[in-house]
């Protein structure tokens, strides 16, 4: 992911802009059972990250769309959100669902995604 997102900002603004944020963005969590990740990039260069992600559509080959769901200060409130976000994806899924072993698995996956979230060392 951090790979396509490099070449989403050369290809939105070229060699200055890659260099200003190259080993400035981070990944700080990947949910890929949830679909979700946080990513942290320098407040400077915000609004063209948001722009370099939403122009992305294929990543590691996979057709991908990316919507950026909160923007915060802190990796803490970030981690608020996310959490937040998940619970209310899950939990429409949940109800989305009649199969019990279906819904027995999205509440796996919920817990499993809350204590990844939480478990999240603050940097």
Not at 6 to 28: A, P, T, W
Not at 58 to 80: A, D, F, P
């Amino acid at each position: 992911l951090q790979n396509a997102i490099y070449n989403s900002i050369e290809e939105n603004y070229g060699q200055f802009g890659l260099g200003h944020v190259q080993g400035r963005i981070k990944i700080v969590y990947l949910g890929l059972l949830s679909g979700t990740a946080l990513i942290r990039v320098p407040a400077d260069f915000e609004k063209q990250s948001r722009v370099s992600l939403s122009s992305l559509v294929v990543v590691n080959s996979k057709r991908c769309v990316l919507n950026v769901i909160h923007v915060g200060g802190t990796i803490r409130s970030c981690q608020k959100q996310l959490v937040k976000h998940n619970v209310n994806v899950l939990h429409r899924q949940m109800l989305d669902t009649h199969d019990v072993r279906e819904r027995e698995q999205i509440k796996g996956v919920l817990e499993e995604t809350l204590k990844d979230i939480r478990n999240l060392a603050v940097s």
